[in-house]
């Protein structure tokens, strides 16, 4: 839910502010970033974030790196990485359903 996500991160993000200077870059990690509607909503709640995004999956890669590079701002502010992370390190196959 990217509206749970944007409203913790801005709570954070206040706490956080309190004792850094307002101008520095904070760090978001979005593990499993799909197709970014959430770091779309985190980019637009400060110009300061950057996003460091993972995503495996093909079709929802290229929504993600669509939207970022159509708005040149927010393609500066965010890393794709195209793998998924896990506990452990190794190669397996995801299959997606068919509907």
Known sequence: DCLAVVIQFRGSLRATRKNRNPESTLYHVEVGA?????????????????????????????CLTSTL?????????????????????????IALEQR
């Open 34 to 62: 799909n197709i970014g509607a959430c770091i779309v909503e985190l980019l637009l709640s400060d110009k300061n974030i950057h996003v460091i995004a993972f995503e495996p999956f093909p079709k929802n890669l290229f």
């Open 69 to 93: 590079l159509r708005n040149p701002d927010f393609h500066r502010r965010v890393t794709v990485f195209p793998v998924a992370l896990g506990q452990n390190s190794g190669s397996i196959q």
